[in-house]
């Protein structure tokens, strides 16, 4: 007598709603719980408190589009290829997006930025697929609302991605002096006028490369940005709540890359893998939440995306890439930018870091325990540097295909060309 194979559980009752939250520009030292002074993240705090809080998660790219490329594959920009927005994913390579919707996840994305207004082929596998110029978090999670309300029983794949902390910094009204200790200096009493005769991003800053203004202004209006970010956050997990679907869900969150303030000479991100650029929040409440935990050990962001797959019981295998619980997620941990020139690569160990730059073959080495700021050149260390070396060697890139991507001018409103 043959056995008949079990039959397939629903997949309501075996896989949780997941939910990825991305927030653009996002410094893990400009949040309270990774050691900031102010209390600028308490919805995000709040979720580390039922959950696992990573001390120390490395963006895999200092900007949007190669890093939330990274996000939604799970994959190295090295091997997604795209690395600037002349290049999509093509049809062929497999989303997050696709592997949840194969499972039968409804899959929706929301995000707030020019690049997710272009056809990358970010878009691959959401049957919902979002993208606003402009909004603030407020704003996006007024067009979440009705999707939520629109819900059946079917598990859901959400991705929102929040603009908030990127340049201009520009908090709505009610966040606006939060933070100030000297009002009248702040970005946010600069009329409307004096922004735009300031121009894009980059030109918040002199001629001669020095800040426009001091550097407590910037902070007080970023970190207020910051903020709304994270009533944003709090906002759409009331929505879920509100439908009954936030206790239960999966829910990860993170940045998808930092931002200099002239740390080392420079003002904005894209360009360089200094620890402002690339350390990024990163939090996972698991479904009914847990007892909180905080990991010290160094892990990329893109870890998350394998911890999502998992969390939804998808068995993934991606290329260097393992789930934030294995202890394989903690050795080498990469981040890359080949961008405006640049041709970057980096590599942590724990603390250890290397930065190894491919147009000259030189690399940097910092100690990031004795001196996190990155001031000083740190001792060789030719082990972390023949990891990186290997690391990079093993790549096989995938496919991309050539597209318009956005304009020049639609990039330089972001900060990414420079006059
Ligand atoms: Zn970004």
Known sequence: MSELPPADPPVEASRPDVVLVIIETLRADHVGDWGYARD??????????????????????????????????????????????????????????????????????????????QDMGLQQGFATWSPFQGHTGDALNRELRPWLQARTERPFFLVLHYYDPHCRYRPPARFQGRFDDAPSETLAVLSPEAYDSMGACFQLQQDDGSPELSLDTYFDAYDAEIAAADHALGDALGALGDIGRRDGAWVGVTGDHGEEFWEHGDHGHGRQLFEESVHVPLVVRPPGGAAPVVVDETVSTMSLTASLLSAAGIEASLPHVLPLDDPGAHALVVSETHHEGQDLVAGWHDRDKAILDLSNGLATFHDLRRDPKERIAGRPNPKLLSELTAWHRAIEPWPTESTEGPSTEELRELGYVKD
């Open 40 to 117: 600028t993240m308490p919805n995000l705090g709040a979720l580390a408190a039922q959950g696992t809080r990573y001390e120390h998660a490395i963006a895999p790219a200092p900007w949007t589009l190669p890093s939330v490329t990274s996000l939604l594959t799970g994959v190295a920009p090295a091997v997604h290829g795209i690395h600037h927005a002349d290049k999509r994913l093509p049809a062929s390579v497999e989303t997050v997006a696709e592997r949840m919707a194969a499972v039968g996840y409804d899959t929706a994305f929301f995000g707030v930025n020019p690049f997710f207004e």
